[in-house]
């Protein structure tokens, strides 16, 4: 008969046999890394989805197989390199985010009932130990010391959830949220419906902007606007500006204001101000005015499109600060977070780079662009990446096939081997 002392030493020889016969190869590919001279310090060796470095580590993926008494088994895993180009967390996790405050999210197998597995994510420190151990549906890195992590659906919640928990992996909001984003300067996007992001809450949970406060209407610079009418929209915590819309619209805008109005994307705060998508509204000033003098409720931005005759113009992009305040006028067609004091954005189908009065420092000229990091941003000039500094020239020479931002001093390129 067997104790329970050896049936752990049979499963401990077992585990060894399979581990010593387990070998792993690293997908080859054109991705190696750069210093910030443009200097190639890890030859091209990595296939696509090798990551950015983040606290001195990047993910890599690894063809592993496992040799085992009848068959092999292979299955593709990520491990981490170091800035050596050297694996010093072995290969066996299914999916893998970033290094953040000293944790990073993988995805493992976990035993669910004897023989069956599941999927979950957990976290791991920098010697690949389990600090948090699997049971979230998904996850993400730390950011401000939280980790946005998500459970799988279950009554009465139609969708898997979103949760916050700390690094010990308690939950420090347990609100269930359809939909989230990571905090950043406090404040992270939530929703709770259907219809994307509600507004932004911070680390107690409180909501700090509302989507149905983020908008505003804008009359053109005629000065002919009634001042009842502004009245109205104030009394409403209405937002108003002025601006010559007219000359980017081709119809007639004589009697009538627009509507700005959020309905899904809230970006990410950084250094105060944070990207929004904005749908854009052309409606009639007496037909506004009617409605609100007539209301003894108060309207949001979001019930005055439904109780209104509007024109739809399209999206745009703009950004608020920390009120909810329109700062930067909605008029890109795309736009990225500040980062060293400029951010990217595109109009014509052209990036170029503007202060955080929304004024172009950078003009529009590039096909792709991210956000400045380490004093450099990438972009690409017909097909090809290279870097540029704040005066908009090149610091690296557009010559790579494919680029990421700099982090710890190091940046993910492609370079196709002839």
């Known amino acids: 008969m067997m104790t329970r002392k050896n049936i752990f030493a049979v499963l401990y020889f077992i585990?060894?046999?399979?581990?010593?016969?387990?070998?792993?190869?690293?997908?080859?590919?054109?991705?190696g890394y750069i210093d910030r001279t443009g200097k190639i310090v890890i030859k091209p060796q990595f296939d696509s989805?090798?990551?950015?470095?983040?606290?001195?580590?990047?993910?890599v993926r690894a063809r592993v197989r496992q040799k085992l008494v009848f068959f092999e088994k292979k299955?593709?895993?990520?491990?981490?390199i170091d800035k050596e180009g050297n694996v010093v967390i072995n290969p066996s996790y299914i999916s893998v985010g970033r290094f953040s405050d000293g944790l990073a999210p993988v995805k493992a197998w976990q035993p669910k009932v004897l023989w069956r597995?599941?999927?979950?994510?957990?976290f791991i420190d920098h010697f690949g130990k389990t600090i948090i151990k699997p049971k979230f549906y998904n996850a993400s890195s730390?950011?401000?010391?939280?980790?946005?992590?998500?459970?799988?659906?279950?009554?009465?919640?139609?969708?898997?959830?979103?949760?916050?928990?700390?690094?010990?992996?308690?939950?420090i909001i347990d609100t269930p949220y359809t939909d989230a984003r990571d905090f950043h300067e406090g404040l992270a996007a939530v929703g709770r419906g259907y219809y994307g992001y509600d507004g932004y809450i911070n680390e107690k949970e409180r909501m700090i902007i509302k989507r149905s406060s983020v908008g505003a209407v804008v009359f053109p610079n005629d000065k002919s606007t009634d001042a009842s009418l502004l009245y109205e929209l104030r009394r409403h915590n209405i937002h108003v500006y002025f601006d010559n819309f007219a000359s980017e619209l081709d119809t007639d805008v004589l009697g009538k204001c627009m509507l700005i109005i959020n309905y899904f994307y809230f970006g990410d705060f950084s250094q105060g101000l944070a990207p929004v998508d904005f749908s854009r509204e052309l409606i009639n000033q007496n037909e506004l005015e009617y409605t609100l003098g007539n209301s003894s409720e108060n309207y949001s931005i979001n019930d005055l499109s439904g109780a209104l005759k509007a024109v739809k113009l399209g999206d745009r992009l703009g950004y608020i600060d920390k009120t909810g305040m329109i700062v930067i006028k909605p008029v890109f067609d795309g736009a990225l977070n500040f980062s060293e004091g400029l951010a990217p954005a595109r109009k014509g189908?052209?990036?170029?780079?503007?202060?955080?009065?929304?004024?172009?420092?950078?003009?529009p000229q590039f096909d792709k662009a991210l956000s400045f990091s380490e004093g450099m941003a990438c972009v690409s000039v017909s097909g090809k990446y290279g870097y540029i500094g704040k005066d908009g020239n090149f610091v690296i020479q557009p010559t790579f096939d494919n680029a990421s931002s700099f982090s710890d001093g190091?940046?993910?390129v492609k370079i196709r081997s002839n």
Do not use: H, M
Request: aromatic share 24%; net charge negative.
């Open 349 to 363: 189908g052209k990036w170029g780079f503007i202060d955080q009065a929304g004024e172009y420092v950078i003009k």
């Open 49 to 59: 989805l090798a990551s950015d470095f983040s606290e001195g580590l990047a993910s």
């Open 75 to 80: 299955a593709d895993y990520f491990g981490f």
């Open 410 to 412: 190091l940046a993910r």
């Open 142 to 171: 730390f950011s401000e010391g939280l980790a946005r992590v998500q459970f799988e659906k279950r009554f009465p919640y139609l969708y898997p959830f979103y949760n916050f928990i700390d690094k010990s992996g308690e939950i």
């Open 15 to 31: 585990g060894f046999l399979i581990a010593s016969c387990t070998k792993y190869e690293i997908f080859e590919g054109d991705f």
């Open 117 to 122: 597995y599941d999927q979950k994510w957990g």
